[in-house]
């Protein structure tokens, strides 16, 4: 028997080719539906879905359901997930340099946050989470945070003595609230809750999207606006996933996450002013420190014991601190 053998036409070739397999991203996200990083994680997907054609196709997981942040950060970075929303603040313990960004007051307020993170600056950090293994594409907002519990509220640091706070796991925190006469308790987001209810400890400290969201205001009815703390949050892919993305998909996904941070923004804001008015409704009673210098001042000794033990991160605390 004879076989004919003929080539294939270029045009007939280009019919049958097998297509590529999508790239699925797999996102971490501890919000909740609706919350403003959870709509802007979620029209960040689509961007990236629709503006590749489909040859990445990520889905945003919620509600910490792969896991909490300290798990989540440790799967971005050996790839097992694809990217994520991280706050900064427990960022620490593997990125030293972003320590600096949850030192108490580092920030004026929020605004001037946005111009570090967006430029220069910024991109010291995200060289640094580089090398880490994560890759920084935008900074999200996530307000300021301030002191809420259930005993009574703070005027003065001298309030906080002998109170229970839940923090983030990270020293600094131990430390300021330390420093500031309470009992730090670092504990997972996820406990906060009942342990309010319980009594295993008297508050937390959060912003206002969060305090609500998480129904935390349902037991803690005092509400200090202290502003200690100003993180911001990033969107960030895996350094194994951006190695094995082309070059002109990194800039479709890198104007995605730029454009999801200006909307998380916008919605931010909104949520801020909603937030209060909701929980203030629910017979919240809030409070602004009168006297935030005590609180500032408190501090010496955080930014003391900082600095001695990373002298090379003072020049990043003083190009912050002289940032209009």
């Known amino acids: 028997m004879t076989f004919t053998r003929f080539a294939l036409s270029g045009a007939l070739a280009a019919l049958i080719a097998v297509p590529a397999v999508a790239e699925d991203w797999r996102g971490w996200n501890i919000h909740p539906e609706g919350y403003p990083n959870t709509v802007a994680l979620e029209s960040f997907a689509k961007d990236v879905a629709e503006k590749t054609d489909g040859r990445i196709e990520p889905t945003v997981y919620n509600n910490a359901t792969l896991g909490d942040q300290p798990d989540a ?3 971005v970075r050996n790839g097992g997930l694809d990217f994520a929303n991280f706050n900064m ?3 620490g313990e593997i990125v030293p340099a972003t320590n600096v960004l949850s030192l108490p007051f580092i920030f004026r307020d929020v605004e001037q946050m946005h111009t570090v993170m967006d430029g220069e600056i910024g991109q010291r950090f995200s060289d640094a989470l580089s090398e880490a293994g994560l890759v920084a594409l935008s900074w999200f907002d996530s307000g300021s945070r301030s002191f809420y519990n259930t005993k009574h509220p703070i005027k003065t640091p001298a309030d906080m003595d002998g109170l229970k706070f839940r923090v983030m796991s990270n020293e600094l925190y131990v430390n300021m609230v330390d420093d500031l006469g309470g009992n730090a308790t670092p504990m997972a987001y996820g406990e ?7 009594g295993v400890i008297d508050g937390a400290e959060n912003n206002y999207p969060s305090f609500e969201s998480s129904n935390h205001y349902e037991v803690a009815k005092y509400y200090s606006i202290t502003n200690h703390l100003i993180i911001p949050e990033c969107i960030c892919v895996s350094t194994a996933t951006w190695d094995a993305t082309s070059e002109e998909d990194k800039a479709i996904v ?3 996450a730029v454009d999801a941070a200006v909307l998380q923004r916008e919605l931010w804001a909104k949520r801020e002013m909603e ?5 203030e409704a629910a017979g919240v009673e809030i409070n602004e420190v009168e006297d935030p210098k005590a609180f500032q001042d408190a501090m010496a000794p955080v930014y003391a014991g900082f600095l001695e033990a990373n002298p090379d991160l003072e020049p990043l605390v003083k190009d912050i601190q002289a940032t209009e």
Do not use: D, F, N
């Open 73 to 75: 950060i440790e799967q």
């Open 254 to 256: 890198t104007q995605a």
């Open 89 to 91: 603040g427990p960022m």
């Open 275 to 279: 937030s209060r008015a909701k929980v």
């Open 192 to 198: 906060v809750y009942q342990s309010l209810k319980t």
